[in-house]
């Protein structure tokens, strides 16, 4: 993320900063996505739909849950409370994420232009120049996230060297009659995975890619609360949804 207010966690410069709990993850109101590692594929197939996107950046692959139909829609987010029972680690762990510094280390940052930060209220994130038990637990989960991510790293390689990932398209019908298509998502090709070898299902099975594979196929199921969602809730409903996978 290549952002001017993502900077190092510093005891010197964040000395005075406090952090805030919002529960209803209001900086999500306008994000169509999160990011998902793979570990969390399980609880997160019960909620929403799980796909592969490309990082402007980078133009590697990474997992995340859809949460709404159009740029900047987020179904999932109510005035009184989060609409999911899941609630991802990078949602949880925000306004801190994991970054690389300029010398190309991973190391835990702050985005300093979060509401939930200010000097007057809230937790302090350094007491004497010392992390404080606030920061300490964030800074621990920090950590096993990074983890989680090396191996969401390694899924998607895995994934791309079998070749069991395809384009995928979503076409929406509105009822107002207008059309509309969803491009540049990604998804397990299911007759890949079909005709895999059994030295290569024995070592997905091995890695424990199997199950993840299988909840984030499952997942897909989710598109009807989406639909749901989006009557209820959105000033443009739409009738229908379909699922178009590319040639």
Known sequence: MVNSHIQALNPSTHKDLKLNVDPLFTYTKSIQFTPLHVNEFAPASTC???????????????SVALFGLEEKENLFFGDTQWRASYVSESMQCWPFTMAKTSDNHWSPHID????????????????????????????????????????????????????????????????????????????????????????????????????????????????????????????????????IESE
């Open 112 to 243: 300093t232009s979060s509401p939930l930060l200010s000097n007057d209220q809230g937790q302090l994130l350094y007491k004497s120049g010392r992390p404080s038990e606030t920061l300490n637990t964030t800074l621990q989960r920090l950590q096993q996230s990074y983890q989680q991510k090396l191996q969401s790293m390694a899924f998607v390689e895995w994934l791309l060297e079998l070749k069991l990932l395809k384009p995928v398209r979503l076409g929406m019908k509105y009822l107002s009659g207008e059309k509309s298509i969803i491009n540049g998502m990604y998804s397990i090709d299911a007759s890949a995975l079909q005709q895999l070898p059994p030295d290569a299902l024995s070592l997905g099975h091995k890695h424990g890619y199997l199950a993840p594979i299988y909840a984030l196929l499952a997942s897909h199921y989710n598109l009807y609360d989406l639909i749901r969602l989006k009557k209820t809730f959105s000033k443009r409903p739409i009738s229908s949804l379909q699922l």
């Open 48 to 62: 929403y739909p799980i796909y592969f996107i490309k990082d402007r950046a980078t133009g590697k692959l990474f």
